[in-house]
């Protein structure tokens, strides 16, 4: 199963497509993360990348583009992949599905996680994030049990560079302007379900599953 996450920036991709991940047992793909790494590590793709997402600007296509190419050819993508924050635009979208069409694959199912802005920032402003294991908190939602340090693995827990407040607003225009837009795209292709991203995190997940086996039995 090929599956895409849509949802503004905090609507809970990341969150959703970790549980996802271990249930379909298919790697999640997140190009946010993968691009973090490539900061963190001082690549030459991350030195190019940083500029734009510190202003919380899409990174250019070519970057990411070629990126997911790369990634969803390699051998854990065999049996499918959930992609969390890509396609971000049409263009995306549109070379995504030649890659995809190139090796006789298509996507199966896109879900929306829908969350309304004034939540969108008052759960991006306090998130904190585990430098290591990736794991989300919020200073005031979800605290860790002890300041600073990650629940699961210990490690540091930090803010991430883009959850300033400006750098939110960014964010939520492009992805009002840029990402919205493929809602129609995937909806005219009868791949679209949108699901209510407020909740408990295992609601929101049955919500998914719920929504991707109703379109499995509708194909
Ligand atoms: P995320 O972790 O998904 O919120 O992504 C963080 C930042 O990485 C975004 O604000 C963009 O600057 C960049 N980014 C992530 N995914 C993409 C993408 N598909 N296209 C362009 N830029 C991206």
Redesign the pocket.
């Known amino acids: 199963m090929n599956l895409i996450l849509l949802g503004a920036?905090g609507a809970g991709?990341?969150t959703q497509g970790k549980g996802l991940s271990d249930k379909y047992r298919i790697p999640q793909i997140?190009?946010?993360?993968i691009?973090?790494a490539n900061v963190r590590n001082k690549t030459a793709l991350g030195l190019k990348?940083k500029e734009?997402?510190d202003?919380?600007?899409?990174?250019?296509?070519d970057?990411?583009?070629g990126m997911?190419s790369d990634r969803i050819k390699e051998d854990d993508c065999a049996n499918g992949f959930i992609l969390?924050?890509?396609?971000?635009?049409l263009k995306?979208a549109e070379v995504l599905e030649e890659t995809l069409s190139m090796t006789g694959k298509r996507i199966d199912h896109v879900i929306g996680i829908d969350v309304e802005r004034k939540e969108l920032v008052r759960r991006l402003s306090g998130r904190r994030v585990c430098r290591k294991c990736g794991a989300s908190y919020h200073v005031i939602f979800s605290p860790p049990m002890n300041i600073g340090m990650c629940d699961k693995c210990g490690s540091e827990i930090y803010q991430?560079d883009?959850d300033s407040e400006e750098?939110i607003e960014a964010?939520l225009k492009?992805y009002e302007q840029e990402t919205f837009p493929l809602i129609e795209y995937y909806t005219r292709k009868g791949l679209y379900a949108a699901v209510e991203g407020i909740g408990t995190v295992d609601r929101i997940t049955n919500s998914i599953v719920g929504a991707i086996e109703k379109g499995r039995s509708n194909t």
């Open positions: 920036p991709k990341g997140s190009t946010g993360d691009l973090r990348a734009f997402m202003k919380g600007v899409l990174v250019p296509d970057i990411v583009v997911v969390d924050g890509f396609p971000r635009n995306q991430r883009d750098t964010r492009v």
